[in-house]
């Protein structure tokens, strides 16, 4: 009897059927937990990314609105809250209210008489884990980052030192399609009513009539620069901070508007251009690129001078080359005034001038000169109609006065 009792229990020892099962039972929780954690892991990951674009992005807005002067600094900790809030309210889930967890750090700087902005904001909430996750004992996951941006001056626009060279040709002269809103019929004599006079000579009369009346060239020129000095004018409204000269050219070059602080003499300069002669844009641009990079007496460049005396600070310096036309070969048959243009636009890039070119309405030969001097193709504008010259030189205003904001995170 104790042979069989010791059979049963040697072979109960011996017995392996059970081991999965038993083996199974301790490693499932475990399982579980590795299933739970690669989906919790890719869930984290994208959230993290939305909390981070969230971050940047209230930092962003947030400095350029104090710079703008859109809110004031007590307001800037409840409009980055809010900013966040907005970003990120399709991704939270219910019952998450992430302004109360969402730091907000101001620091302004003031250098001569403008304020740039260090705006840093660092928003947290904590992240339900999924279900597989809770099976194995977690409950959330805490998620936070951090934003940084520096903004620009707290002026609109910084400084900034702006020279025109402007084609006033003969085909500026020509009329556009887009009709004049103010004046828009004019009337005009033609022949009419042929007839015999009494000398038996056939003859006219002379009648008068109505007719459409478009804006010419040089009106919708009028009208653009406007359209950019407006934009200066708005971000600088005390004409501290902007320098404006101009130059305008045919065949030949015209004296100069200067540079000088605003817009108002410039504006007066531009309205009076009278349309006539040929094209040859060399000495004009030559005139602008010389005008911002000329010295002072104490061998200085006198434009960052003037600047820093003023405003503590140093101008960005930009070109603004307009024509319709190609420019008329020389006396000697060749392209050298296309030469001379181009090597003006290499020297005054090579000193850090922006060029912003516009072909309004321009042939080939003329488009190709402006797209060599403008900068970039950013900077490059082929306007074709009199609203796409409108558009451009409002563009170029905004451009040269926007408040520059870039993200340090």
Known sequence: ??????????????????????????????????????????????????????????????????????????????????????????????????????????????????????????????????????????????????????????????????????????????????????????????????HYNRRNQWVYDTCTGTRTRYYTKIEALKIAAGNLFGELNSADPNAEYARTGAVSYDLVEYAASRLAWGTAAVSGYVNALQSGGGTNSSGAMNTAYTSLTAKNAAGNDAEDALHQQKTGQTPKKYIVFMTDGDNNDDKWGGRSYDTSTKTTCDNAKSKGIEIYTIAFMAPAGGQALLHYCASDDAHYFKAEKMEDLLAAFKAIGAKTSAQLTRLTN
């Open 1 to 194: 009897m104790m042979n069989t009792l010791y059979s049963h229990f040697d072979r109960l020892r011996r017995d392996r059927s059970g081991n999965f099962g038993i083996m199974t039972a301790i490693l499932l929780p475990v399982l579980i937990g590795a299933a739970g954690l690669a989906v919790q892991v890719s869930d984290m990951l994208l959230s993290k990314q939305q909390l981070q674009e969230a971050a940047d992005s209230a930092a962003l807005a947030t400095a350029t609105a104090l710079a703008n002067g859109t809110i004031q600094t007590s307001e800037a900790e409840a409009f980055a809250q809010n900013f966040v809030a907005g970003q990120m309210a399709n991704y939270l889930q219910s019952g998450v209210d992430i302004k109360d967890a969402t730091d907000v750090d101001i620091q302004a700087t003031t250098s001569g008489k403008a304020t740039s902005y260090k705006v840093t904001v660092s928003p947290s909430y904590d992240l339900a884990v999924n279900p597989l996750m809770r099976a194995v004992g977690f409950t959330t996951q805490h998620l936070s980052t951090s934003g940084t941006t520096v903004s620009g001056h707290s002026q609109t626009q910084g400084s900034i030192s702006m020279f025109l060279a402007l084609d006033k040709s003969g085909s500026m002269g020509e009329p556009t399609a887009t009709v004049n809103v103010d004046n828009p019929t004019e009337t005009y004599t033609y022949d009419c009513n042929g």
